[in-house]
């Protein structure tokens, strides 16, 4: 099996052993989104397919052309569903988005895996009319970056003050920045830190998708955005 046969897989896997879990993160962003929305980094259409269902247009933006015709084939009967395929750290691709008319973009668990981030981000205001808005999420604390991380091919793992110094240098302004998803982190840490996992357990991953509900319930009321092992940041072009 190639690398990117293991890559499109892996995808697979996490859209059907976490729907739970999708849905939870795209509620935390659903209400700052536009109309047009461009998926940056849509992969098999986990988030395309929940923005549809919103009710809103896609723009679907993934480099990897395997996974673009997969996800072609997940979303064939859908309206609203225009496709991309490039990199966002390409310049070519601010043209073609903007001629998708996109007003809104979601870049959840992308960015990490973009070598020059920096580019992207500039990329992704281009890309943006004026007080378009962007949902970012990007793993947060270096000292999480583990076997897992270089496995699925993360660059890095994100400190606060790094995220909102890389989103205000591209000319993105922050109106909200939190943490998201304090539960993951133990099984994290035992996955990549003590047994030195390349892939996430998909037993353990199932088990935490059937706790999400439960979560829920607790982490907005009691952490409240100060702990977790991914930072949300919701964006405005000025």
Not at 21 to 36: C, D, I, K, N
Not at 84 to 92: E, R, V
Not at 116 to 135: E, N, V
Not at 221 to 226: A, D, I, M, N
Request: proline content about 5%; overall charge positive.
């Amino acid at each position: 099996m190639s690398k990117n046969d293991v890559l499109l897989t892996g995808l697979e896997d996490l859209e059907s052993d976490l729907p739970a879990f999708s849905a939870w993160l795209f509620s935390h962003v659903e209400g700052y989104l536009g109309q047009t929305v461009l998926d940056a980094g849509a992969g098999v259409g986990t988030y395309s397919r929940l923005i549809l269902e919103s009710g809103r247009q896609t723009v679907a933006l993934e480099p990897d052309q395997g996974i673009c015709a997969a996800l072609a084939r997940r979303l064939r009967n859908s309206d609203g569903f225009p496709q991309i395929a490039g990199d966002l750290a390409y310049p070519t691709i601010v043209v073609r988005a903007q001629e998708a008319g996109v007003d809104s973009a979601i870049c959840l668990n992308v960015l990490e895996h973009i070598r020059d981030d920096r580019r992207a981000l500039r990329h992704l205001q281009a890309i943006l009319p004026a007080s378009g808005t962007l949902a970012l999420l990007v793993p947060a604390h270096p000292v999480l970056f583990n076997s897992i991380d270089q496995a699925v091919g993360h660059f890095r793992r994100y400190r606060k003050d790094e995220l909102v110094a890389k989103i205000e240098e591209a000319g993105l302004a922050i109106e909200r920045l939190f943490y998201f998803n304090f539960f993951a982190i133990p099984g994290w840490i035992l996955s990549g830190h003590v047994l030195r996992r390349r892939v996430a357990s998909r037993t353990g991953t199932r088990l935490f998708d059937g706790l999400v509900p439960l979560f829920k319930m607790i982490e907005k009321p009691v952490l409240r955005g100060r702990m977790g092992i991914s930072l949300v940041a919701l964006c405005r072009r000025p």
